[in-house]
């Protein structure tokens, strides 16, 4: 049987996030050259923190924050200030990722779609936006507005209660995170889609796997939708 839902996770499964590019613009606005050595202590510091805010030991503002508290007196700027600019730069800069657009383009109307995010909502929203692809979700769930993240049960069983009648079973959840996307999904009893964007040789308990987005319309479950 055809799956009834797809969900998907936005940043590296929708769209590209290039954050390196948007952070030396970010701080070009204000004088500031960005070194490999300011990119890579600013890598390692958002990655630690992006993983607590996941788990849910931080909430969003002390993220914004705390993610600039380096760069930010290089800038003269505060770190809400310096988060705004790069979040501004992302918005700019970022486009759906190669077979995107054409693939939702294709199940749009055959099968319901929605997505669930851990980013920050006024820019994710925004990006989902002047992407011209809004209207292929019914829905949009982002962690900052409902106050749990993934892999948190309860923000999958949020998509859950926007469905009418559906088993989780018959939801697909696609997204490249293997803990916030695939083992959160998992956990409340979907299928799981792992996006490999990196082509990863790691390990990931998933029911499919895929490399390019494309590839979503070969899944078994996905197909019949096709012949309906």
Request: hydrophobic share 45%; glycine share 6%.
């Amino acid at each position: 049987m055809a799956y009834q839902w797809i969900l998907f996770d936005l940043d590296d499964t929708l769209f590209d996030f290039p954050a390196a590019e948007a952070l030396d613009a970010a701080l070009a606005h204000y004088s500031v050259t960005l070194t490999a050595e300011m990119l890579a202590d600013y890598q390692a510091l958002n990655k630690a923190l992006w993983e607590q805010y996941n788990a849910g030991l931080l909430d969003a503002e002390t993220l914004k924050q705390a993610r600039f508290r380096d760069l930010a007196p290089q800038s003269g700027v505060s770190p809400l200030e310096l988060n705004h600019t790069f979040l501004q730069a992302i918005l700019q800069r970022s486009q759906p990722l190669p077979g995107v657009e054409q693939t939702l383009r294709q199940l749009h109307g055959k099968v319901g779609m929605g997505i669930i995010t851990n980013g920050f909502a006024d820019i994710q929203r925004a990006r989902l936006n002047q992407s011209g692809l809004a209207d292929c979700f019914d829905f949009m769930l982002v962690s900052e507005e409902l106050g749990v993240n993934k892999p948190d049960p309860r923000i999958f069983e949020a998509a859950l209660a926007r469905m009418v009648s559906v088993e989780p079973a018959d939801v697909l959840m696609v997204g490249d995170n293997p803990q916030t996307d695939v083992a959160g999904a998992a956990g409340v009893g979907m299928e799981t889609c792992w996006f490999n964007l990196r082509r990863e040789s790691q390990s990931v308990t998933s029911h499919h796997a895929i490399e390019r987005f494309h590839e979503l319309l070969m899944l078994p479950r996905v197909q019949p939708l096709f012949a309906l």
